[in-house]
């Protein structure tokens, strides 16, 4: 299993969940946990995957 974590700040966290439940959708809808935390004022994601595959094309597509 592989965590995806990836940094938002709140006016953005809805688009951003959104834009991340697309993607899931388009990869086959793959079993996933999510986490959130506030770090700093932003909210941290943490996406874990049990595929490493799937993983790697997530953080590709949402991990600056």
């Known amino acids: 299993m592989r965590v995806v974590e990836l940094r938002t700040s709140r006016a953005e966290f809805a688009d951003a969940l959104g834009q991340m439940r697309d993607w899931l959708d388009r990869n086959g809808r793959?079993?996933?946990?999510f986490e959130t935390e506030t770090v700093d004022g932003a909210i941290l994601v943490k996406v874990q995957f049990e595929e490493d595959a799937l993983a790697e094309r997530f953080a590709q597509e949402f991990v600056d």
């Not at 793959?30 to 946990?33: A, C, F, Q, Y």
């Open 30 to 33: 793959p079993l996933v946990r």
